[in-house]
């Protein structure tokens, strides 16, 4: 076989790519990994806060189809193929040892995406696949060959032609374009004669209207609930959040951005329940008791049991009650107003952040052009897909990079 001439040329080396090619080898084809940056999983090393959730240990596959909305039966060939379960196997058998924190969400006992990335170099490795990096794709060729087009080769940058019986196409969406997810393949596809669902930036922070915020800047909340309102209630989560400098981020406030995607041009407004556990004649009591305990200190002396420092005087200055105003003094309506506060923090949406901070893309090649069964294009007969460039995502959990180890693993079974 010429030096250039391959069983399947496999374009991006992040999750999706490398369990494409890894498995490929595996089957005995010759396989070429062509990845535009410097390294592999570029992206990947920051999944998780750099942890690495590879995936969820939810173990009703009904249940896991359904987190992923209106495409998620896309997934159940895939799935089947390379579960939830097989991903923890395939780790561990590369010698990862794994941990399951809660909601399923699996994580290396390390705490390390890095430690994830080294397991799939050695698999690369370990199944002769050949990577080259800094190899961004300038052109691709197809031609018509018996009534159906087909590529015949790609023009890497530095003029190289690369020749294969197969392609798959790894390459991501448009998020965090900083690792090189630029969403160069969307052009490329389109011009072949593929459709591209509109691609919007999902899982990703949001900034709202009030300065307030700033004032809350880094602020880490557990066990809170954030919900979207628009004359009713749209969505709500529970779990964890962060307030940034002008909005809010963290795990529920990524999963909340879907929502609010499908709802931007509407008065939007996200209240959090900083205290979801107890409900309000409840918490008026815990209050009542609180400051029973305390009624001759200062109205802004009196929070610290309840709230995270950090929040009271926000809490305080919204109030309207004088911070400097004795606890015994503290009427019971401007009680409940403190009550109402905690239980409904109001915000009003602004925007969310784009592409530059989304996790993941939300839109992609129409699934509608794409076998489910084998990952391959309905277009182009010698090409197939995997991962994010597909148009299907999930929340966050571990779902996302199950899409890619499913549709990867697939699409490295090319016959």
Same mark, same amino acid.
């Given at each position: ?11 991006? +080396?992040?999750?999706? =790519? ?14 070429? &990994? ?8 570029? @992206?990947? #090393? #920051? ?19 359904? /987190? ?21 196997? $395939?780790?561990? +058998? %590369?010698? &990862? ?18 430690? /994830? ?16 990096? !800094? ?26 032609? *690369?020749?294969? !019986? ?13 690792? =090189? ?34 004032? #809350? ?16 209630? &749209? ?7 962060? $307030? ?27 209240? *959090? ?16 008791? !609180? ?50 506060? &905690? ?6 949406? @602004?925007? %969310? ?9 939300? +839109?992609?090649? !129409? ?29 966050? +959990? ?15 079974? *090319?016959?």
């Amino acid at each position: 076989m010429k030096d250039n001439k391959y069983n399947l040329a496999v374009i991006g +080396g992040g999750p999706a =790519g490398m369990i494409a090619a890894g498995h490929a080898g595996k089957l005995g084809s010759r396989v070429i &990994l062509l990845e535009k940056n410097e390294n592999l999983g570029v @992206k990947l #090393l #920051l999944t998780g806060k750099g942890r690495c959730n590879i995936t969820n240990a939810e173990e009703d596959l009904k249940k896991i189809v359904s /987190v992923y909305g209106r495409n998620g039966k896309f997934l159940y060939s895939a799935l089947n193929k390379f579960s939830n379960k097989s991903v923890i196997s $395939f780790f561990k +058998g %590369l010698g &990862l040892k794994i941990k399951i924190e809660r909601g399923g969400r699996v994580f290396p006992v390390s705490n390390n995406a890095q430690d /994830v990335l080294d397991c799939l170099k050695k698999y690369l490795k370990d199944n002769n696949v050949e990577t080259k990096f !800094d190899s961004p794709v300038k052109k691709i060729i197809v031609k018509n060959k018996n009534n159906k087009k087909r590529i015949d080769k790609i023009i890497l940058r530095n003029n190289k032609e *690369i020749i294969a !019986d197969n392609f798959v196409f790894a390459t991501g969406g448009k998020s965090y374009p900083r690792t =090189g997810s630029t969403g160069d393949a969307y052009k490329w596809l389109k011009k072949m004669g593929h459709t591209v669902t509109k691609l919007k930036p999902a899982l990703t922070p949001i900034i709202v209207k009030e300065k307030i915020v700033k004032k #809350l800047e880094g602020l880490s909340l557990k066990n809170v609930e954030v919900s979207l309102w628009e004359k009713c209630k &749209l969505d709500s989560h529970f779990g964890e959040a962060i $307030f940034t400098k002008n909005g809010l981020s963290g795990p529920i406030v990524l999963n909340l951005s879907e929502k609010i995607s499908e709802n931007e041009t509407k008065d939007l407004k996200i209240k *959090i329940d900083f205290k979801p556990a107890l409900d309000y004649p409840t918490l008026d009591k815990r209050i009542q008791r !609180d400051f029973e305990g305390q009624k001759n200190k200062q109205f802004k002396n009196s929070l610290n049991k309840l709230l995270p420092k950090k929040l009271i005087p926000v809490i305080i200055e919204l109030s309207e009650i004088k911070e400097d105003k004795q606890v015994n003094e503290v009427t019971r309506i401007e009680r409940k107003k403190i009550v109402k506060l &905690l239980k409904e923090f109001e915000l009003s949406f @602004k925007e %969310l952040v784009g592409f530059e901070k989304a996790i993941i893309t939300s +839109g992609g090649v !129409d699934l509608k052009e794409v076998d489910s069964k084998t990952m391959k294009s309905k277009i182009i007969d010698n090409l197939y897909f995997a991962g994010e460039i597909l148009d299907i995502n999930g929340p966050t +959990g571990g779902y996302n990079l199950q899409v890619a180890w499913s549709t990867g693993y697939l699409a490295g079974e *090319i016959k």
